[in-house]
Structure formats: structure tokens, C-alpha cells
């Protein structure tokens, strides 16, 4: 059985041919996006745009277009449907009749909007003879994409969507969801936004009226260039074999799954109802689901996308995952740090005590007036301090040696001496606390945020370089959004150094590393 | 006593003169810094530079050193301190025999780093006669702010910190905080994140040895321009005064306070204790302060920080605050309207059922084949897929009477037309939203993130004008931190629109101001 889903998903991944239903010459037509998104990104296969609209003559990105499915001459391996859902039984009808064995429907109207919809569900089983004819992704989707390359060096891919690729990176993620959006308008800003967050497939199911979550999941397990597999949820097809599955993931190496399950209250299983014609669930049993399955659950999209970053440079850069939780954070404001020891409690998190030997190495470079804390929080303020007092004292000695008093002041003035000193200072503090054995990670806050300033960026490449070979997770604080904030995010980024902007996250993501360690046990030991 | 408590505040606030004791010319050092704050920003007062290590001819922007305040002819009022903490007193023994009767020390190392430094405590109260000579603001704080201008037209304001000020703006917001951060490193940030957000006085209370929250509340309480007051606190001074300052204002019009507790579990207690020394306090005692205080507690600074903007372009807008919680959310993809709807509920919010004559509008702008809801959750999708379709009708039937085709296709390609299209179909649904009675106010979700283009900005803008004219508060939500949500959210705050980027906080933020308006009811009948 799991060898003939693995043919069923390749219908629609492997098509030597496909027909796009509803193509058209229009730019602002999906029909259209559809082809262009094929086409530019290096479909090899044939290419039919259908469309009764157009005559023999017409063509779009050099294919000819055809009148219906059944005059095309060669064989169609998958149709993607983007016409309004009244027309799509009929068309269905040829399809099955020309030989057709996918279909990915992407127009919607049909379960979400109630009994006219259900009735065109009846007729499109009774086609397809309970898609034994023919197989449906949707309807209701958009689209599914697969990453051969990255687009810079060798651009390439699978995009059924409507919404052309551009700048994708292949990578370890995956994502199976039931919010087209997923493989739709958010995904360039995705893509932008961690532009080292690979992608290996997005697959957009829909009301998965034929293939569902499960089908995509046993796929893409196979994969194994694949680490993390978020999952949206509006409704389970198949709880059991979904559990079965997660399970099974627990046995591979480096596998993790997200899930993100939509419609847990009333007013969200309303929502959920008019969006895929998802069925009420109870909230409890979702969480049993959820417990049963040992994944990894986020809340919302946001949250989702966040622990897909982590897991992947986690994956990606070989790092040892935590499991006692034990963190320690270096941050330059106490008050952050207080809020920091709380947060880190919520989530289960400890700051330990340090060894003797470390805690001496912190001490030297601490002012006599502010020791460092016995436990793992470091409060670098004071060591600042104290670096910009002996720079300055330093300064002073060379200007009283020197006659050229102007001269010297420029140079002290100068902040890259400044942030050279401290560099040092945190290169102590960061050596000190990630060769303690019992530490397993380290917060780093950038002190007021970095300022997207070249000084800063001179002064954090070193820095990454240095801490991203230690095997312990290293992730980045720094409040606010800001332009400068996302520079550095793009910066660290390149060193699979995760940055955050919010307290919860920071926190929030190393516990899921935790957690995760906890799952692989727990289910390795009941299987 | 009231009166006694602004009296003893003015010292601070409207000194005449100010001794700056450390002041250095030595730019990295705070002591120069301080003396720049003061002088840049446009204080008018005499200022005296004190270190024993310079002579009288040495001059910092302008004004001669003096070697100790005892060498100073004129009439000090305040002194402020950037020196080790090991020769505080003995210049505060100087001090007191000069007269002066406020000092701001900013110095660390008192009672958090133990036994030593509750020795150092205990000189200072015996010097000072337990501050009936001397009023004291920290020690281990980063001074007091007042903003009596903005930076660009009217600069001006009071500044001690050691953090030059820069881009600041007046507004009605204020922050009392036992973190210096927040009127340090941080304040930069902020006013450059939301610079739309204005301040009127940002206190760094540090230890509060002396003078603490209630003081500077009470304080602000009196300034009839500034309508939000954020509190971080490590520790309760008086919690008695707190509770019945936090219910006065409760009676004021136009006043709310946000809470942020640092320190209320073990590991943010250690962290609190080794930052201001803040005694241990039990987390039930905290929550039934804040309970019978009815404030607004934030979890974080991020929080605090986006909860002060919220409630400043909620007063300043002259918005009604909503009692009920019914929402209405204009979304362009249904999963995220379905995440949205748990978020909601999670957060006490309603979407409720449109009138008749309010869904009859909507369904106006949408397609056959997928009618909108009956409750206030508006997919917007189905709109834009129609109104493109129809703007492609459009062009089609306009390119059949024309002969030139292709300079037709150009037009139509036009992302401004589109755009324009789509406008109208948002103007509809908004006003329908708007000018429901059951509605309390909207959350519109940019579909896929507003991207930064100049098309977007053209088509947001006659938006933004249009419903920021409705008494009803209007959030934007857009997904990712990016550098077009950046633009966008600035964008928006010139019409007192908040911007979110997270699900969670446009339902929070909205969440705040139903508690705000149960919190006056409350309290107005229990007075």
C-alpha cells in the first residue's frame, strides 16, 4: 500500500505532460501564472493550455493552446483546473475520458460553500469512479511545488501554483497545508524574509476531497534531504494512519514535524467550515492527536514558520540538541535579563550554575564594583563599561606619551576600537560558557538592538564565525524590528544562528529543541 | 503630602543648576555623554562639570570643570552622579554641606551586589539624615527624561541619561522603569520602530533607594497631556500607595497604566535580586496587586512597548473603546482567518452576525460562486479573484474595439489598475464593517504583506485616510518583519493606525482595550 501511494503522489509530481485548464493570455489570470510558473522555472515536460476561448493559432510561452482536453494528441499525465467550479465536472468528464490520472483542482466553491457544493463533490466521485479513475489534489488549493534548485545557480523546480517562484532556495524544510496561502502570497515574502530557509516541497491539499495530509506525508518521509515538515490542519482525514505516520518519523533520523491545527474553538471551526468545509472536531481529541503523534505544535503561521527556521539550521549545521534545558543567556540590559529568567522558567528552561573554572574566566573581565552572578546569566553591561574605561585609560596613557593630543582623541573617538575591546570582552564570556559542560545553549541579546551600522557588522562576523562552529544551539535577541534588525537576521542567518525579535520566541524555540529530544526518546522506547 | 511629593519631584525635574559629578571629556565615557544629553537638547540652567582630574581652564561644551562641588560659587540644585561606586559618598558627604537637596546616581553597585553594598546604602541614608537633606533617584539607574518638544521643529527636553537623545517626539506616553535600558539603549530604538509614538517622561528609578514608582506616578498623574503610563518594576515599593494611585487614575479621563512585573518566578526573582536587589515577593501577592490595582500588565518590554503605542493612538485619535469585544476581520486567505478566529476566542473576542443590510453589501462585491459569511469574518479572496476577472472583462471588451491590441495588453498588465479595482471592493467592505452597529471595530489583514511598492503605498494611503475618520479602532495585521511592513507601519501610525505583525498581538491589543473600558466601569462604581 504505501508503494502504490508513493505512485499515486508521483502523478502529480513526475507528470511528463500537463494540461492547464483555464490558461489564458490574460497576466492577470491564474490560468495564465499557472504556465508562466512552470515554464520559467524549467519544466521540462509538455505543456497544454486549454481554453475553448482561444483558437489553434494562439500560444503562451510557445505552447499552442487547445480547445479541450480532448483534442490534444498526445498523452496528459496531470490537469490543473483554475475555472470557475461549475465547469469543472464536465471538464473532469473528458478528462477521465482522454485517460487523465491527476487532477489538481484549484478553483473553489465546493464543500465550504454548502449543500451546491457537496452535490458538485458527489458528482466528481461519481466521475471518477470514487477517484479510482483519476486522482484529485483539492479542490480548493493552490497548487503543489517542488525545489530541484535553488533559483540563483540551478534554477529549477516543479510550481503548480498561481503564484510565480522567484528566488527560492532548495532546502530541508517541507510544508503540507490545507491554507493555499502557504504555497501562495506568503511564500516570496518567505523567502525573503529567511532567505536561507530552504524548501524541498510546499503542497497545498485543500478540502482534500481524494489525497489529504497522509498521502503527502508518507511521500515526503522518503525524502532524505528533508529534516522538518510543517503541516496546516483544518481537519484530520485519517487521525490513525496520521499518528502511525508522525511515529514513524520518530524512527528516522533527523525528522522532525510541526503541526499548526486550525479550528480548535467554535469560532475557528466556523471559520474552518467556510474556508475547506472542514468538520467540527473536538478539541480534545485534537489533543490527544497531537499527544499521540509527538509533534511538534505551533499556534499560527508566524510561530510555524519560526520553528521551521530552527529546526532546520539545527539539522542543517549538525547541532547537538538540548535536553535538560539547561541555557545560559548573555544579555546587556538587567532588566531584559529578569524578564529573560522568568520567560525561561515558563518554558521549562534553566540558567545553571557555573563551574569554578568558569566562573573565573567571567570574573576577569568584570569590573571589581559588579562581579558576574554565580548562575548562568551574564549581564555584560559592566564588562562594557569597564572595556570603554580601560580603552579609555589606554588612550589616555598613549596621548600622555604623544604631543599630538588632537590626534590621539580622534583616534579614541573612533568606535571601532571601542566595539574591538568589547569584542574581546564578549569572546571571553561566550568561550567561558560554551566549554561548560553543563550548559547547552546560549541566548546571546545584542545590547540596544544592532544598528544595521557597517562597525556592527565588522564586529558580528568574527563573532558568528566563531560561536557556529561550537555544537551547542547559539540563537540571537535583539529587540525590535528594524531595519537594522533584519540585516542581522539575514547576517546570522548565514551562519544558521536563528535571531529573534521577542523574548516568548527565544525561549519558546529552544524548548521545542528540548522537547523534540524528549519525543525521540519517548517514542523509540514504546516502539 | 501630595503637594510635599511634587515638590520634592520638581527638584529633579526643574533644577536651575546641575553639577555633574564624572563628567569627562573623554567621549566614551557616560560623564560627557550625560553633559551633552543636558546641553544638545537645550537645557537652560547652569551646568557644572566636576572631576578632580581636569583644571579650571578645561571646558566641556562650554562650560569650566570644577575639581569638586565645593568649588562651585553658585547655588547647586542637582547633582548627578557617573563616578565608582566607592567614592559616592564621600562626595555626597560634599553635597550635602554644599546644599544641594536632589541627586540622580547613576552608579552601580549598591544593593545588588550584597554585602558591600547595603554598607554603602546604609552611609548614604546616615549622610543624608534618611534623605530629609538630600533626595536621591537611583542608585544603578540611567537617569530621568522629560520631553518638552519634539526633536525636529521644537527641540527640547530634560535629559540626564547617559544616552544622547536624539529624534525624539512629545506625545502623550510615559515610562517609569527599574530598568535603565528602557530610558537607555532602548529609547533610540523605539522612537525610530514607532515614530509616531511621543513621550513625555521616561524615569529610570534604579534601586529606588529613595524616590520610587509611586513618587514619579503620582508625578506624572497631574500632567494633563500624557494619557498612557508604562511601569516595569522588579519590586513594590509601597504597594498600599501604588494600588490606591493606580485606582485614582482609574477616575481620571483619558489615563491608563501598563504593568510589566519582572521577577515573579524563582529564576526571574535571582535575576532581579543580582540586577536592583529586589526583595523576593510571592507571585500570588504580585497578581492580587495588579488585580486590585486594575492595570494592564504586559509580559515583556516588546509588549509594553506595542501596548503603549496602541493605547497612544487610541487617545490620541479620540477612539471609542470597545466593551464587548465584537471584532470584524477582512482577511485575504482562509486559513489565516481560521487561525485568527481560535486567536480571537483565546483573547475573549467575538465575530459577530452582520445585519441583513450589511451582508447584503458585502455579497456584492463577491462572486456567485463563493458568497461571503454571515458573521463578521470576511475572506476577501473570492473579492479580488472577482474584481480581477471583471478588470480583465473589462480590458477585453475595450481591446475588441480597439485595434491595437498589444498596447492594450500593456494597460492591462497595469498593477495600478488592478490595485484601483481591488480598492473600491476593500472601500466597500470596510464601510459595510464600519458602519455596522454591532461591530466594535476591524482588523484588516493586507493579503500576502504589503511590499513595500510605490503601487501599494498609492493604494494604502486613500485607505487609511478613509477609515481612520470612523470612531472605531482599525488594526492592521501583516505577516513577516520586513523591510515594506517596516514602511507600511510607519505609514500607518500617521493616521493612529497599529500595525501588527503577529496574530496574537492584533488580538491582545484589541483584548486591552475591552479590559480598559471593564477596568474604568469597575472601578467608577467601587469608588
Known amino acids: ?70 483534442d490534444i494528441e498526445g498523452e496528459v499525465d496531470l490537469a490543473i483546473f483554475y475555472v470557475n467550479n461549475r465547469i469543472v465536472t464536465n471538464i473532469l468528464k473528458d478528462c477521465v475520458k482522454k485517460g487523465i490520472k491527476a487532477a489538481i483542482i484549484q478553483s473553489a466553491g465546493f464543500e465550504e460553500v454548502g449543500v451546491e457544493g457537496l452535490k458538485l463533490r458527489d ?34 523546480g516543479f510550481f503548480t501554483g498561481q503564484f510565480t517562484l522567484t528566488n527560492y532556495k532548495r532546502g530541508n524544510a517541507a510544508i503540507i497545508t490545507q491554507s493555499g496561502f502557504l504555497n501562495g502570497g506568503i511564500a516570496p515574502l518567505i523567502f525573503r524574509q529567511y532567505p536561507n530557509l530552504g524548501f524541498r516541497y510546499i503542497v497545498s491539499i485543500g478540502n482534500k476531497m481524494d489525497l489529504g495530509e497522509n498521502e503527502f506525508l508518507e511521500y515526503i518521509l522518503k525524502d532524505d534531504t528533508v529534516n522538518v515538515i510543517a503541516i496546516y490542519l483544518e481537519s484530520f482525514k485519517d487521525p490513525k494512519k496520521f499518528i502511525s505516520l508522525c511515529r514513524k518519523a520518530k524512527q528516522l533520523p533527523k525528522k522532525t514535524i510541526i503541526l ?6 467554535s469560532q475557528g471551526m466556523k471559520a474552518a467550515s467556510s474556508h475547506t468545509g472542514a468538520l467540527v472536531e473536538d478539541e480534545r481529541l485534537i489533543d490527544a492527536i497531537i499527544k499521540q503523534a509527538g509533534v511538534i505544535q505551533a499556534n499560527n503561521f508566524f510561530e510555524m514558520f519560526q520553528f521551521l527556521r530552527t529546526f532546520s539550521m539545527m539539522y542543517k549545521s549538525g547541532k547537538k540538541f538540548p535536553r535538560k534545558g539547561n541555557i545560559a543567556l548573555v544579555v546587556g540590559s538587567g532588566g531584559m535579563g529578569t524578564i529573560m529568567g522568568d520567560i525561561a522558567m515558563k518554558y521549562g528552561l534553566k540558567f545553571p550554575e557555573f563551574s569554578e573554572n568558569s566562573y573565573n574566566i567571567l570574573k576577569s573581565v568584570f569590573p571589581n564594583w559588579m562581579p558576574p552572578n554565580r548562575f548562568a546569566l551574564v549581564d555584560s553591561w559592566p564588562t562594557m563599561e569597564k572595556a570603554m574605561m580601560d580603552a579609555a585609560k589606554k588612550a589616555k596613557s598613549t596621548a600622555k606619551k604623544s604631543t599630538k593630543k588632537n590626534a590621539i582623541n580622534e583616534k579614541e573617538r573612533n568606535p571601532f576600537r571601542m566595539m574591538g575591546s568589547f569584542g574581546n570582552v564578549m ?11 553543563n550548559i547547552e545553549g546560549l541566548f546571546i541579546s545584542m545590547p540596544g538592538g544592532p544598528r544595521g551600522r557597517e562597525s556592527t557588522m565588522d564586529f558580528m562576523t568574527p ?13 540571537f535577541y535583539s529587540m525590535m524590528e528594524s531595519e537594522g534588525s533584519l540585516e542581522m537576521l539575514r547576517l546570522c542567518g548565514k551562519y544558521n544562528i536563528p535571531l529573534f525579535t521577542r523574548t516568548e520566541d527565544i525561549a519558546k524555540n529552544f524548548a521545542i529543541l528540548v522537547q523534540e529530544t524528549k519525543n525521540k526518546e519517548r517514542f523509540s522506547k514504546t516502539s
Open 1 to 70: 500500500m504505501s508503494n502504490s501511494v508513493i505512485k499515486i503522489v508521483d502523478l502529480f509530481y513526475n507528470p511528463k505532460s500537463v494540461a492547464v485548464i483555464g490558461a489564458s493570455k490574460v497576466s492577470m489570470k491564474g490560468g495564465n501564472r499557472i504556465v508562466n510558473n512552470l515554464h520559467s522555472n524549467g519544466y521540462k515536460g509538455q505543456i497544454y493550455p486549454v481554453n475553448p476561448n482561444y483558437n489553434e493559432e494562439d500560444e503562451l510561452c510557445g505552447f499552442k493552446f487547445k480547445r479541450s482536453v480532448l
Open 260 to 265: 499548526v491545527k486550525g479550528g480548535k474553538t
Open 123 to 156: 458528482e466528481i466521485a461519481a466521475i471518477t469512479e470514487n477517484f479510482s479513475k483519476l486522482h484529485i489534489i483539492g479542490p480548493n488549493c493552490m497548487g503543489i511545488s517542488r525545489f530541484d534548485g535553488d533559483y540563483d545557480d540551478k534554477k529549477g
Open 463 to 475: 563573532m558568528l564565525k566563531r560561536i557556529a562552529k561550537y555544537p551547542k544551539p547559539v540563537f
Open 427 to 437: 569572546d571571553v564570556i561566550q568561550r567561558a560558557v560554551l566549554e561548560e559542560p
